[in-house]
Nanobody, 121 residues
Framework: VQLQASGGGLVQAGGSLRLSCVDSGRTFSNYVMAWFRQAPGKEREFVATVNWSGVSTVYADSVKGRFTISRDNAKNTVYLQMNSLKPEDTAVYYC???????????????WGQGTQVTVSS
């Protein structure tokens, strides 16, 4: 598993961004995928996770109703559609691959390099 995240940028509050994370390996569909984020001076926190088929998703309360995680196993890609962005969403966003759909950093073995999302007020 080799994950490459992209799609970050600078956006005004209320705007939208879509993050992508591509796995260059051959076993993408075997893994639960997740997005985490880390703001300056804070610990990395869970954002959302999706099971191997894409049917089951879980979200952090802070993003529920605004963010949508999805995956395309044919393209080895997981997405995070972020709408109604707020300044407090500013962080580096990381994609991760694991075996179970949990919310803890330690439950994910593989990590992408991160992509910066900045939301201006």
């Amino acid at each position: 598993v080799q994950l490459q995240a992209s799609g970050g940028g600078l956006v005004q509050a209320g705007g939208s961004l879509r993050l992508s994370c591509v796995d260059s390996g051959r076993t993408f569909s075997n893994y639960v995928m997740a997005w985490f984020r880390q703001a300056p001076g804070k610990e990395r926190e869970f954002v959302a996770t999706v099971n191997w088929s894409g049917v089951s998703t879980v979200y952090a309360d802070s993003v529920k109703g605004r963010f949508t995680i999805s995956r395309d196993n044919a393209k080895n890609t997981v997405y995070l559609q972020m709408n109604s962005l707020k300044p407090e969403d500013t962080a580096v966003y990381y994609c991760a691959a694991g075996m179970v759909p949990r919310r803890l950093v330690k439950d994910y073995r593989y990590w992408g390099q991160g992509t910066q999302v900045t939301v201006s007020s």
